[in-house]
């Protein structure tokens, strides 16, 4: 950041630099200082799901659609990403297995890690799910008036969120969080893995 400040100050003739970020805070403040703050909104999911149908021949009444749209939070590239992709039947597989984690044995929940890809890109993608699912636990166990990423899941939700404390949510939450930054490292995927899928377990018994 440093070292382009001084482009930034004094930048070529006729040359303009376009910067984006979704944390403006974790910019150098006087990178900030020197530029033109144009905020961009999320799009609405109605919004999406109209470009989706436009874009795939689909109606917008189309479940899919209406999934996608939801779970893009803004963003026509997400949206598409889930359109094209299989992320929604992806979704399914990993809320199933969340689900019934408070159910198993400790063994059992270890061994749902060997279930899983050991593609980074692919794991990142779906602990992105359990940062949802999480999340949403914790809005529904304490009554917060916030969108679910989930929400044809709240009835099961309403159940599953009293088998943990919010300490055990906080703490399922940053562990997940540090197992995506593990993966940057090279980490074994399937060791982290297991540690967090038998957190998640742990916390259902406290």
């Given amino acids: 950041s440093n070292a382009f400040l001084k482009t930034l100050e004094e930048p070529p003739e006729g040359t303009y630099f376009f910067l984006t970020t979704s944390i403006v805070h974790g910019l150098l403040p006087t990178i900030v200082s020197r530029c033109i703050h144009i905020p961009f909104r999320p799009i609405s999911e109605s919004e999406i799901c109209v470009w989706l149908s436009n874009r ?60 899983w890809s050991e593609d980074k890109i692919e794991v990142a993608l779906e602990l992105q799910f359990f940062l949802e699912w999480f999340r949403d636990l914790l809005s529904v166990k304490n009554q917060l008036e916030l969108p679910l990423y989930n929400p044809e899941y709240e009835g099961e939700m309403e159940k599953i969120c009293d088998y943990y404390s919010n300490k055990d949510l906080f703490s399922i939450i940053q562990k997940i969080s540090e197992t995506v930054n593990a993966m940057s490292w090279n980490a074994r995927i399937r060791f982290h893995l297991g540690y967090l899928l038998l957190l998640i377990k742990k916390g259902a018994l406290t």
Avoid: F, H, M
């Fill in 56 to 115: 795939t021949g689909e109606s917008t009444d189309d479940i899919q659609i209406q999934r996608a749209a939801r779970l893009a939070q803004g963003s026509l590239g997400k949206a598409w990403q889930y359109w094209e992709s299989s992320l929604l039947q992806t979704r399914e597989e990993v809320i199933s297995k969340l689900i019934k984690i408070p159910e198993l044995s400790y063994a059992e929940a270890l061994g749902l890690s060997q279930t």
